[in-house]
């Protein structure tokens, strides 16, 4: 397996002239995500985010190497997937350099956007997206709920969990969320009903973004399969809990899952996240090993993240009262019992295609302890112990108004911290 390799781009002592990038706490030098943004009135354009501005790569492609610059001119992050992961590592390296370098100021500075003044877009134009499950605490949780016995199903440890999802409702952050109608049967109602979702929910999850992708028929081997990941966004995979516990049976999530999703616009690269690469942690004594198609040594030995993931609730009336969001849980995100790359080989094992800018969920990261759980399903236990905002209010499930918004840092010793932006939304009334 090739994993991107640490270089002079993540050392900690490198600045940048764009004087809020330094100290920056989601986007230093050593980050430079990818997205697309529009300037006030404009079209689409790629940029990477520095400090609390964003460069126009299509501004400056005559500074980049040549391989990249048709893909820099577009108006989505597809092109620049599809090249091969060591033109992502020069296109990183010309990045780092011209935002560095003084020397370079004045021919790129005029290309800088202050992130206020524009609009941020999907990165990519999304083919398919997929759901996976690898939370474990996660499906413990939820299954305790279902089956205080037996929560886990006997084929977790063996398959990565998924199902297809829904691409067109994938939103970047910021968009509204519509509160979804839907059938919905009380437990001992006789028929169900047709309203609007009393147990609307959100689940904190990583979004995958696939670089190049393979061809039907074909396979991703797990010893290749971190080569096809471009990066990670933030996912916020919002959840209908009363229709999905209606319609699951017997094929999966449908309605209570696609009616939006919520990611966060910045594409942070598998390069960025090359200092944070962890060991997967060891499975709990007795459990099976990976079958031999999802297991490579390199990948338990550097396939986890070290990042801290953070979910925050404010109110309308905590708004209103000027008061700031309630954090609602916060844990790492080495809570997966399957890699990224566990998690792309075997979506592809059975010779399905992806494609360049298709979209994986890992499925809600919940850590061991109430506070670090992903969702508020487990946070008040399917709504029987509900919680309290500074303003008095309760909540089990969310309430129109509410917004929710997840954050992420990833960090190292001796390097600097990186962070995702944000992935927030908030709730809309259903419509009449
Ligand atoms: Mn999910």
Redesign the pocket.
Known sequence: MTLPRIDHTHEPSLTSWVASANGHADFPIQNLPLGVFSPQGAQPRIGVAIGDSVLDLAAIASLLPEAMQPAAGQSSLNALFALPPEDRTLLRRRLSQLLSDEAHRRDVETALHPLSEVTLHLPARIGDYT???VGIHHATNVGKLFRPDNPLLPNYKYVPIGYH?RASSVRPSGEPVVRPRGQRKAPNADVPVFEPSARLDY?L?LGIWVAQGNALGTTIPIGEASEHIAGLSL?N?W?ARDLQAWEYQPLG?FLA?NFHTTISPWVVTAEALAPYRIAQPARPEGDPAPLPYLLDAQDQAQGALSLTLSVWLSSAKMREEGRAPLRLSQGPASNMYWTLAQIVAHHASGGCNLNPGDLL?T??ISGPTPDSYGSLLEITEGGKNPFTLPTGETRSFLQDGDEISITASAHAPGRASIGFGECRAVILATPA
């Open positions: 759901d996976f499950y999802g689940e999850e996912l995979d959840s999530p899952k969920g499925g809600t």
